[in-house]
């Protein structure tokens, strides 16, 4: 069955430091990747897409990679600050589009 | 619209009854998903509109679900008597197309007392 896997449900760090996220998948054969943000009570927000062609993609602090072989996608945020914490979710799909559990991050002061 | 809307926001109910949950979409937007998330949990994939294309009902849990897309633009998601275990966040997403990013409502929050 298809899966799709982020690496833990909690991730602390400490201000300034780079957070690590993966995302992990099987019988998938994605076009295409995306990251999503979501803050407690709201709905998830789109922050990055990769497509399969693509090695790395980045937009300020953050960073995404996407590994066909491995099967896997790290996501990165560079000088991290608290304003960071949230929880991230990947998303990816063939016809459609079906998302991890997430991984929430805190990131301390 | 700017976004997607949703409504009720809230939604307290008694087990056993039915509720109907609303999803307007982006203006313009084929594609239409509907996602449960219980409290700390992920995004749990109920049923996915695209187009004028059947609709995907893989994720709905029970034959109490249900959802229709009328002209191609608002949903409704009905759950019939409810049970405590359906409380959770609804959540509705829209994109241009099956591929694209999703854009989600603020969701709908269920009690099922």
């Known amino acids: 069955s298809q899966k799709i896997e982020q690496n833990s449900e909690a991730l602390n760090i400490q201000e300034g430091k780079t957070a690590t996220l993966t995302c992990n998948y099987t019988n998938y054969s994605p076009a295409y990747l995306q990251w999503y943000r979501q803050d407690p009570g709201r709905g998830p927000v789109f922050l990055l897409l990769i497509r399969e062609n693509e090695k790395e993609k980045r937009k300020e602090r953050l960073k995404v990679t996407f590994d066909t072989t491995l099967k896997q996608s790290l996501f990165h945020i560079t000088a991290s600050q608290p304003a960071d914490s949230a929880t991230y979710l990947c998303s990816m799909g063939d016809n459609d589009m079906r998302f991890g559990a997430g991984t929430r991050l805190t990131v301390k002061p | 619209g700017a976004g997607v809307s949703q409504s009720p926001s809230n939604k307290v109910t008694e087990k056993g009854k039915d509720v109907e949950l609303r999803c307007d979409p982006i203006s313009g937007h084929t594609a239409l998903y509907w996602y449960r998330q219980s409290l700390g949990q992920g995004l749990e994939f109920l049923i996915y509109?695209?187009?004028?294309?059947?609709?995907?009902k893989s994720g709905l849990p029970s034959d109490r679900f249900s959802a229709e897309r009328t002209g191609g633009s608002v949903s409704t998601l009905t759950i019939q008597r409810t049970q405590q275990e359906d409380s959770a966040v609804y959540l509705c997403a829209s994109s241009s197309n099956a591929r694209e990013t999703q854009y989600f409502g603020p969701g709908t929050r269920l009690l099922v007392l």
């Open positions: 509109f695209q187009g004028n294309s059947a609709p995907d």
